[in-house]
């Protein structure tokens, strides 16, 4: 029996892993029209906010979300600065939240927003999205940048294309699994477990 893909492995160019992870991660919202890319170059913004600030943020939160830990969550959100856009729509997206009882991270960060404890950027709310779906590390990066992608198209008034988006992004994705391997600790495989 062959072992299941490490999360950092899948494919960076699988269309049907990226639409399947943006559904997973965005059960319950859209993609915004605003997030925090405004203007200039999309890949150079990319590589200088998104590599560098916004990708780290999704894996901290993640990792915080699989230990259960609120503060850190908290922290992390508080921490992003992503700007109003990104802020007004993690706030929208949080007080649609009906669901995920069994994982109290999400009504709890709601409950954290209301108190002015937590900015809610929607890049925190989708990594815990992506949490509470078991959606792996490297989709979850490639959903969060997919939701900046079109976001910055969505007034351009051309389709949207998963194709489109991963050959016009193909430079920043191939950095991705790197950013996963340096965050993301994993444990060998042990012959038993072979």
């Not at 991660?25 to 906010?49: H, I, Q, S």
């Not at 959903?143 to 998963?162: K, N, Q």
Request: charged share 15%; with cysteine.
């Amino acid at each position: 029996m062959s072992q299941p893909t490490p999360p950092q492995e899948v494919p960076p160019d699988d269309v049907q892993e990226v639409i399947r992870s943006v559904q997973l991660c965005l059960t319950g919202t859209e993609v915004p029209t605003k997030l925090t890319w405004r203007m200039g170059l999309f890949d150079a913004w990319a590589n200088r906010v998104f590599i560098a600030k916004i990708a780290p943020h999704l894996l901290a939160v993640r990792k915080a979300a699989d230990a259960g830990d609120l503060n850190a969550i908290i922290a992390a959100d508080n921490s992003l600065g992503g700007g109003e856009n990104s802020a007004a729509a993690g706030r929208t997206w949080l007080g649609r939240q009906r669901g995920a009882k069994h994982a109290n991270l999400l009504p709890n960060l709601a409950a954290a927003l209301a108190a002015g404890q937590a900015v809610g950027e929607f890049h925190t709310v989708l990594a815990l999205q992506a949490a509470n779906f078991h959606v792996g590390h490297l989709p979850m990066l490639q959903a969060a940048l997919y939701c900046e992608w079109r976001a910055a198209r969505s007034d351009s008034g051309t389709p949207f294309s998963v194709e489109e988006f991963l050959r016009r992004t193909r430079s920043v994705m191939s950095q991705l699994p790197a950013l996963v391997t340096a965050h993301v600790p994993t444990a060998p495989i042990s012959a038993a477990g072979r």
